[in-house]
């Protein structure tokens, strides 16, 4: 949607200059001006506009954690993990025989067997740095050339 702002015979001519919004946000223009005389080169006049927005609030995703299973390799600690979740399916069956709750049981079994056993992985990755002698070298190549 183009929204025109004219201003009158500046310099002995009719100038017309616009602002570009969309027609999604046109209402949330709340004020345009042109200033004559800015010092820009060009033939227009910069128009200035103040606008009413709301910005959402950017929740940052939560990592998941990771299980380590590395032990998972080590025979003593898988025969562990496999103890504890046949003792909490021996134990579930005695207790509903609602099938949602029977999953909601065996998940919380599962995962509570997994968080004793395995533990979560530790997050030891460090990003490369973006910029290292490979990239500085191909700056420096471009810049004599």
């Not at 201003?7 to 042109?34: F, M, P």
């Amino acid at each position: 949607m183009l929204i025109h702002m004219d201003e009158a015979w500046r310099h002995g001519r009719y100038q017309i200059d616009y602002l570009l919004t969309r027609c999604r946000y046109w209402n949330s223009v709340c004020n345009a001006k042109v200033y004559p005389g800015g010092d820009i080169d060009s033939d227009h006049n910069p128009v200035v506009a103040k606008l009413r927005v709301k910005l959402k609030k950017v929740l940052k995703a939560t990592l998941r954690q990771r299980w380590n299973l590395e032990k998972m390799k080590d025979e003593g600690t898988a025969l562990n993990y496999r103890c504890k979740i046949d003792m909490a399916v021996v134990a579930e069956k005695q207790e509903s025989a609602d099938v949602n709750g029977r999953w909601e049981n065996f998940k919380s079994a599962v995962i509570k067997a997994a968080e004793q056993t395995f533990g979560h992985k530790a997050r030891d990755k460090v990003q490369k740095p973006w910029i290292n002698d490979e990239v500085t070298d191909m700056t420096m190549i471009d810049i004599t050339v």
